[in-house]
T-cell receptor, first 112, second 111 residues
């Protein structure tokens, strides 16, 4: 177990709705990254948060947004859900000065 | 051309065999190289982490990085049925950067 916890485990939404996913980072880790993993694909980097600010972003539209809190936990928000947003969403925590990312079990989102 | 190429398999080998998993990449800026194992419906689990070129061994696992050829490998000795999973290679430039993953190779160890 990595100590990275994500909630909820599963989620079903309809197209056009909004969703919030949550992540608690491993104790002592100050950086959180979010990834989207479609079925049969490797994870794709969405963005990274450090000191409560977005600190790097992959090729995802602005309707994907996030927050990091003072305790280093994080949220991923997705607005105007599309069918293609159906995927496993993974959170990874790390120490800023290191480059080793530890993943949670993920939240499986289904958009109908 | 994708930044990281990885054969999705499936790769099926008998128990006890040596397994070789590979990735190629195109971006010479990658400095950190990782292998993750992912069981079905679970998050990726870090197996090996290497910086720059060279070899690293940890138990039954050996990771190799050849930056001149832009090629990385993971070897698994004395493979076990519990090693059956998807193996993901991942790379990082450094700084405020996310991991770039391969597609993953589905490995099956036959008892």
């Amino acid at each position: 177990e990595t100590g990275v916890t994500q909630s909820p485990t599963h989620l079903i939404k309809t197209r056009g709705q909004q969703v919030t996913l949550r992540c608690s980072s491993q104790s002592g880790h100050n950086t959180v990254s979010w990834y989207q993993q479609a079925l049969g694909q490797g994870p794709q980097f969405i963005f990274q948060y450090y000191r409560e600010e977005e600190n790097g972003r992959g090729n995802f539209p602005p309707r994907f947004s996030g927050l990091q809190f003072p305790n280093y936990s994080s949220e991923l928000n997705v607005n105007a859900l599309e069918l293609d947003d159906s995927a496993l969403y993974l959170c990874a925590s790390s120490l800023r000065r290191e480059n080793i990312q530890y993943f949670g079990a993920g939240t499986r989102l289904s958009v109908l | 051309q994708k930044e990281v190429e990885q054969d999705p398999g499936p790769l099926s080998v008998p128990e006890g065999a040596i397994v070789s998993l590979n990735c190629t990449y195109s971006n010479s800026a990658f400095q950190y190289f990782m292998w993750y194992r992912q069981y079905s419906r679970k998050g990726p689990e870090l197996l090996m982490y290497t910086y720059s070129s060279g070899n690293k061994e940890d138990g039954r696992f050996t990771a190799q990085v050849d930056k001149s050829s832009k090629y990385i490998s993971l070897f698994i000795r004395d493979s076990q049925p519990s090693d059956s999973a998807t193996y993901l290679c991942a790379m990082l430039r450094g700084g405020a950067d996310g991991l770039t993953f391969g597609k993953g190779t589905h490995l099956i160890i036959q008892p």
